[in-house]
């Protein structure tokens, strides 16, 4: 079995990526991580350099600045990182999204058991998404729970816009992929980075996605979604995350629940009383 990875990036250094860590997180458990690299301003590049490692692939891209519909030219770097992938499985990272060493031997058990099963096309992982600091996570159906990120790569599969895939069975007719659970957490630290990193990436990127900047505040958010974290860290993000703090992040108590907000309250409710799981799901579950 051979295992590949791919992301792309785009001046992560600058942008507050912890795509280091976020790389270092599963080679052990791939043959090759193939990253489509765009035109950096920092030290994104001499950094994946440093690494030293003969896995890493580099492939030096453009992006397309004048297309600015839905986010497609991420759907294109993705791709681009795809396609030069040779592995039976490919394991798609984005930047920010960390891997627990205590998870890999689970991992790589599930992409074995399910190799020349026909039935599953993908693996999905649950989510963790790390909100404010290192103590505090997300809960709502607005973020999703669950999501693919190891594929076959004997599928006919592409990312529209970047964000999920779809499998092609006839030219022009696109489905989500078949999946099993891989039984391991994907640790998302996004919104865990500084506000000035934050809104640096907003006023860099919104532009793909034919939007101006708003700028972002961590405390405009319904607190009573977020929740206390109680496990541990990758050990590659130790130094990242920092020593010290054990608080739960608040939110402005004075924060007004947009309606979308007040929709996602609404769900929480259904999911409670029904025993319902509403968020998001880009992945049809088989197995």
């Given at each position: 079995m051979k295992v590949s990875a791919f992301t792309f990036l785009k001046n992560g250094q600058m942008l507050g990526y912890p795509f280091m860590q976020s790389i270092q997180s599963i080679l052990p458990i791939v043959d090759e991580f193939v990253i489509a690299l765009g035109p950096c301003e920092d030290?994104?590049?001499?950094?994946?350099?440093?690494?030293?490692?003969?896995?890493?692939?580099?492939?030096?891209?453009?992006?397309?600045?004048?297309?600015?519909?839905?986010?497609?030219?991420?759907g294109q770097q993705k791709m681009i990182a795809q396609f030069n992938c040779t592995g039976d499985w490919i394991f798609?990272?984005?930047?920010?999204?960390?891997?627990?060493?205590?998870?890999?031997?689970?991992?790589t058990d599930t992409m074995k058991r399910y190799l020349h099963?026909?039935?599953?096309?993908?693996?999905?992982?649950?989510?963790?998404?790390?909100?404010g600091n290192k103590n505090s996570y997300l809960w709502s159906p607005g973020w999703y729970r669950r999501a693919p990120r190891i594929l076959k790569n004997s599928i006919r599969s592409y990312a529209p816009d970047g964000l999920f895939?779809?499998?092609?069975?006839?030219?022009?007719?696109?489905?989500?992929p078949k999946a099993a659970?891989?039984?391991a957490t994907m640790y998302h630290y996004g919104w865990v980075r500084s506000e000035e990193e934050m809104n640096l990436k907003s006023t860099q990127v919104q532009k793909y996605w034919n939007k101006s900047h708003q700028k972002i505040d961590y405390t405009q958010i319904n607190q009573d979604i977020i929740?206390?974290?109680?496990?541990?860290?990758?050990?590659?993000?130790?130094?990242y995350l920092g020593e010290g703090g054990d608080k739960m992040y608040q939110a402005d108590p004075n924060h007004r629940l947009t309606r979308k907000e007040k929709?996602?309250?609404?769900?929480?409710?259904?999911?409670?009383?029904?025993?319902?799981?509403?968020?998001?799901?880009?992945?049809?579950?088989?197995?």
């Amino acid at each position: 079995m051979k295992v590949s990875a791919f992301t792309f990036l785009k001046n992560g250094q600058m942008l507050g990526y912890p795509f280091m860590q976020s790389i270092q997180s599963i080679l052990p458990i791939v043959d090759e991580f193939v990253i489509a690299l765009g035109p950096c301003e920092d030290n994104t590049e001499a950094m994946l350099q440093s690494l030293n490692e003969s896995k890493i692939k580099i492939i030096n891209t453009q992006w397309n600045d004048t297309m600015k519909d839905s986010g497609y030219v991420y759907g294109q770097q993705k791709m681009i990182a795809q396609f030069n992938c040779t592995g039976d499985w490919i394991f798609y990272l984005e930047a920010d999204e960390i891997v627990h060493e205590d998870d890999l031997s689970q991992i790589t058990d599930t992409m074995k058991r399910y190799l020349h099963d026909d039935e599953v096309e993908a693996l999905v992982f649950d989510y963790i998404h790390f909100y404010g600091n290192k103590n505090s996570y997300l809960w709502s159906p607005g973020w999703y729970r669950r999501a693919p990120r190891i594929l076959k790569n004997s599928i006919r599969s592409y990312a529209p816009d970047g964000l999920f895939w779809l499998v092609l069975e006839k030219n022009k007719i696109g489905r989500y992929p078949k999946a099993a659970l891989v039984g391991a957490t994907m640790y998302h630290y996004g919104w865990v980075r500084s506000e000035e990193e934050m809104n640096l990436k907003s006023t860099q990127v919104q532009k793909y996605w034919n939007k101006s900047h708003q700028k972002i505040d961590y405390t405009q958010i319904n607190q009573d979604i977020i929740k206390p974290f109680k496990g541990t860290h990758p050990a590659v993000m130790r130094v990242y995350l920092g020593e010290g703090g054990d608080k739960m992040y608040q939110a402005d108590p004075n924060h007004r629940l947009t309606r979308k907000e007040k929709k996602h309250m609404w769900m929480l409710k259904i999911e409670k009383i029904f025993g319902l799981e509403l968020s998001k799901k880009h992945y049809k579950l088989v197995r």
